[in-house]
C-alpha cells in the first residue's frame, strides 16, 4: 500500500529496505514533547490567524493532548512505516480526532517542524548541562574549601614540580567548569530563535505570525531567513562542540584520579559507591567510574565529527542526512550527563590522603624553586645565577639521597658563604606554599579567597 501522507503519487509502497534505511522513529520518538508543544503553538497560531477555524485548533489541541498522555503512559503505538515522530503523530491525530487532523500542517513542512522541535530539544540540553556544571562546581568548592591547606605536588610533564595545595587543583576545575558554563549559555542565546513558519524552505504564502509561534514556544525572536532555518544545524554542532570541551575537562579529572587512586600514589581513596571490585583479584578496588568518563569523551567527541562531517557537503537547504543529527546529539547528552553526574559524585565522596600529598609534595626536590627565589631576594643574585646554584644544591642533596631541607647548612654554605639557618624556613612545602600570594596563586589564603569568589558568584546568579 503507498504512504498515508504522500501516496497520492505513488503508486506502490517502499521496500523494506527503504523503510530501515529512512525511518527515525526509533530515536526521534524522544522529540514527542517538543513536536507536540510545536504543533500547538502552529494550529493555535493558523486559529488566530484566521487561516484554519477556532473550533478546528481545539479539537487539534486536545487530540494533541491525548496523544501525549498515550505516549507518556506507554500505550502509543510507534509504527515504523509512518517514518518518524511527526508522522506517527499527525496519523495518529487523523485516528483520534478525524479531518480536522488534515488542517494541522497547513503553513508548514516537516522541514521546519523538525527544526523547531529540535531546538527546543538542544536548547533545553544546554541548560540541563549548565545546572549540572554549576553542581559539579559546588561540589569542587566543598572540597576546595576544604582542603585550601592540603599540600600536594603540583605536577608538569606530570614529574613533581611545586607544591600546591589540593583545594587549588579543585579550583582549576572550577574555573573549566566555569568557562564550560558560559559556552552552554551562549550557544543557548544564539539557538534562541525559531524556525517555524520557514515551512518546506522558501516561507509560505499563508498569512502567518512567526513572531506568535517563536513567542508561544519560547523563542526570543523568528529565524530570519527560510533557507537557513530548515538547513541550520549549528545550534546542535555548538552544543556538541561545549559538550566536547566539557568532557575533555572531565576526562583530564578522570586521569587524575585514577593515578591518584593507584596504591603506588594513594592520594585519593574512592568511596565504595564510585569503585568496582575484580572478579578474580580479591584485593582490587578500580576506579571504572573515572576510566568511563573518560571514555565517554571518545564518544562524545565522535559526536561532534560525526555531525560536522554530515553537514559539510550538504548544498541549502534541507537533505535527509539532517535526519543523522539526532542520535549524535542524544547519544552525546546521555553520555554527558551520566559523566557530570558520576564526576560530581566522585568528587563529594573522595577520601584525601593529606599525609600521602604531602609526603610526595616535599619529594623531587619540589622547593628547589623557592631556593633560588630565595638567592634572589637575599642575596640579590641575578635569578640565572640562582637557578644554577641551586642546580648544584639539588645535585649535592641527589647524592647525598636526602631532600633539599635536609641537606647540611655546611653543605649549603660551599655553594655560597652568605646562606644562613633561615634558608631552611624557605624549604618546607607549607613556606612554599604560603609564600604563593600573587594573584591565583596557590597560597591557602588566596585559594579561601578564591572560593569566596565562587561562592559569591553562584549566590548572584
Ligand atoms: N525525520 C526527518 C528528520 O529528522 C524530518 C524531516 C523530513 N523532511 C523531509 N523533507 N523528508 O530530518
Known sequence: TSNEMWGGRFASGPSAIMEAINASIGFDQRLYREDIAGSIAHSRMLADRGIISQADAAEIGRGLEAIRAE???????????????????????AELIGPAAGRLHTARSRNDQVAVDF??????????????????IEALLARAEEHAATVMPGFTHLQAAQPVTFGHHCLAY????????????????????????????????????????????GFREPTRNSLDSVSDR???????????????????????????????????????????????????KNPDAAELVRAKTGRIN?????????????????????????????????????????????????????????AAAGAGFSTATDL?????????????????????????????????EDLPLADLQTL???????????????????????????????????????RERLAAE
Not at 531546538?119 to 559539579?136: E, F, G, S, T, W
Not at 552552554?184 to 539557538?191: E, K, L, N, W
Not at 561532534?304 to 541549502?316: E, F, H, Q, S, W
Open 416 to 454: 655560597d658563604n652568605r646562606i644562613g639557618e633561615e634558608i631552611y624556613s624557605v624549604l618546607s612545602v607549607d613556606a612554599s606554599v604560603a609564600s604563593r600570594t600573587s594573584f591565583g596563586g596557590t597560597a591557602p589564603e588566596n585559594v579561601r579567597a578564591q572560593v569566596r569568589f565562587w
Open 71 to 93: 505516549i507518556e503512559a506507554g500505550t502509543f503505538a510507534f509504527s515504523r512505516e509512518r517514518e518518524d515522530i511527526h508522522m506517527n503523530v499527525e496519523a495518529r491525530l
Open 174 to 217: 572550577v574555573e573549566m567548569a566555569a568557562r564550560d558554563r558560559g559556552r552552554a549559555q551562549d550557544a543557548m542565546r544564539r539557538m534562541d530563535e525559531s524556525p517555524l513558519g520557514a515551512a518546506a524552505l522558501a516561507g509560505t504564502g499563508f498569512p502567518i505570525d512567526r513572531h506568535a509561534t517563536a513567542e508561544a514556544l
Open 302 to 358: 565522535g559526536s561532534l565529527v560525526a555531525l560536522l562531517t554530515i553537514m559539510k557537503g550538504l548544498p541549502l537547504s534541507y537533505s535527509k542526512d539532517m535526519q543523522e543529527d539526532k542520535e549524535q546529539v542524544f547519544d552525546a547528552v546521555d553520555s554527558l550527563a551520566l559523566a557530570l553526574a558520576a564526576m560530581t559524585g566522585m568528587i563529594s565522596d573522595l577520601q584525601v590522603n593529606a599525609a600521602k600529598m604531602r
Open 234 to 284: 549549528d545550534y546542535a554542532l555548538e552544543f556538541l562542540a561545549a559538550a566536547s570541551i566539557t568532557v575533555t575537562h572531565l576526562s583530564r579529572l578522570a586521569e587524575e584520579i585514577v593515578i591518584w587512586s593507584t596504591p603506588q600514589f594513594d592520594f585519593v581513596r574512592l568511596s565504595d559507591a564510585f569503585s568496582t571490585g575484580s572478579s578474580i583479584m580479591p584485593q582490587k
Open 119 to 136: 531546538r527546543l530539544y538542544v536548547k533545553a540540553a544546554c541548560r540541563d548541562l549548565d545546572a549540572a556544571l554549576k553542581a559539579l
Open 372 to 404: 633560588a627565589d630565595w638567592l634572589v631576594r637575599e642575596l640579590g643574585l641575578p635569578f640565572r645565577e640562582a637557578h644554577h646554584v641551586t642546580g648544584r644544591a639539588v645535585a649535592m642533596a641527589e647524592a647525598r639521597k636526602v631532600p633539599l
